[in-house]
């Protein structure tokens, strides 16, 4: 079974930053694409950044490129998300999800796991 655990969340100003977390556990993390989402109240769960097995490629949603990074270290099985500049429309419910394949893009049904999300809030 595999579970994903996300940490890091919180409240921040408007300009600030945080880092989260997700630990992987229960499969080959190095085989397996990873992603981040978020999901607003009242909003759809929407895509923000996914990165290949490897690590040498990631994508972006164009509403956070240029300001969040997602990267992985697999010898941890632990995937990052770098959120700088934050904004007050960046609050959220942040979940993690593993990818059914060893690349997996923007779509949810191209991941099969997923955590149980970390709460960042960010202040005006």
């Known amino acids: 079974q595999v579970q994903l655990v996300e940490s890091g969340g919180g409240l921040v100003q408007a300009g600030g930053s945080l880092r989260l977390s997700c630990a992987a556990s229960g499969r080959a993390f190095s085989s397996y694409a990873m992603g981040w989402f978020r999901q607003a109240p009242g909003k759809e769960r929407e895509f923000v950044a996914a990165?290949?097995?490897?690590?040498?490629?990631?994508y972006y949603a164009d509403s956070v490129k240029g300001r969040f990074t997602i990267s992985r270290d697999n010898a941890k099985n632990t995937v990052y998300l770098q959120m700088n500049s934050l904004k007050p429309e960046d609050t959220a419910v942040y979940y993690c999800?593993?990818?059914?394949?060893?690349?997996?893009?923007?779509?949810?049904?191209?991941?099969?796991?997923w955590g149980q999300g970390t709460q960042v809030t960010v202040s005006s």
């Open positions: 999800a593993s990818g059914l394949a060893g690349w997996a893009g923007r779509s949810r049904s191209e991941y099969d796991y």
């Open positions: 990165i290949n097995w490897g690590g040498g490629n990631t």
